[in-house]
């Protein structure tokens, strides 16, 4: 789930709309008539931008296919840290609202205490739609760890699987590692998440599986 800063151009371009209007108020004021814009600047570009500006920042049909994601959750989970270890299980629940106007979903997740770290679980996150790269965007950050776990994906046309790609700072090695999720809408009332990592044989294996059921 990635959360962008809005480009100083951007707002370099709102103070000069804002300036542009205070000077012609003062124009107006003292008698005088306004200068006219050279035929050379007719201000298109300026106005090309915030159509651009406009169309990346409007919500569309790829952000209403996260609608079946919002809500609250009892989650079921099943995660284990090698190919040949038995999966540990844990249970908690799972609460996700739009933010930024339908823009964004945020999510909030509680967890029990379970091996093998034994302490209660709490995680939050992000994921939207990025219309420039077309692509979906999440972030994630929990207490398991100190870094930001951040990611894309896409969707397939049945607009029912999502398969992303993430990325973290992995403790073990120091190293920035990927993984792959692949999380799939069953209906209304239940979706499913499953994460796969590469083990020392350099095979891909399972090690992380919810599934999500609407409270």
Not at 41 to 46: A, L, M, N, T, Y
Not at 78 to 89: I, L, S, V
């Amino acid at each position: 789930m990635n959360v962008r800063r809005v480009p100083g151009v951007l707002l370099c371009a709102a103070f000069g709309l804002l300036a542009a209007q205070v000077g012609f108020s003062q124009e107006k004021q003292s008698g005088t008539e306004p200068k006219k814009p050279s035929q050379a600047q007719p201000g298109g570009q300026e106005e090309e931008m915030m159509k651009k500006w406009m169309e990346a920042a409007t919500p569309d049909e790829n952000h209403a296919k996260l609608k079946p994601l919002e809500g609250t959750w009892v989650t079921a989970v099943k995660m284990r840290f090698m190919p040949d270890a038995p999966f540990t299980e844990n249970t908690g629940t799972l609460t996700r609202k739009w933010i930024m106007d339908g823009r964004f979903l945020m999510e909030e997740a509680i967890g029990d205490p379970s091996p093998p770290m034994n302490m209660a679980f709490h995680g939050m996150g992000w994921v939207g739609y990025d219309k420039v790269i077309k692509k979906y965007t999440f972030a994630w950050v929990d207490n398991m760890g100190t870094c930001i776990y951040t990611g894309e994906g896409t969707c397939d046309g049945s607009g029912k699987t999502f398969n992303f790609t993430g990325q973290f700072n992995d403790p073990m090695t120091g190293q920035l590692k990927k993984m792959r999720t692949v999380m799939t809408l069953v209906n209304d009332t239940k979706h499913t998440y499953e994460s796969y990592d590469v083990g020392p044989d350099g095979k891909e294996y399972c090690c992380f599986q919810m599934t999500c059921t609407r409270k």
